[in-house]
C-alpha cells in the first residue's frame, strides 16, 4: 500500500519539498550504520518534516539479519 501525503498535517499546504541528506551515520540498535541516504519530504509553507525515511531500511541491518531476496 502506498501512503500519499496530499497535505501538510500542521498548516494543511499541499506543496511539497522532496529533499535529500546524506548521513553519514546512523544508530540501529546502538550500532553505526555508515552511508544511508535520508529522504526528506518538507512542508514548503511551513518548512515541518512530514516525512523521512530510506530507500532501503534493508541496509539498516547487519548482512546476516536481512532478508534473502531470491
Ligand atoms: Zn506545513
Redesign the pocket.
Known sequence: MKVHIER?P??A?AEFIQARQYAPEAYVSGEAIFGQQLNHTI?R??G?VVRSYVENPENLLKKKNRRAKD
Do not use: E, V
Open positions: 501538510c500542521f498548516c499546504h512542508c509553507n511551513c515541518s
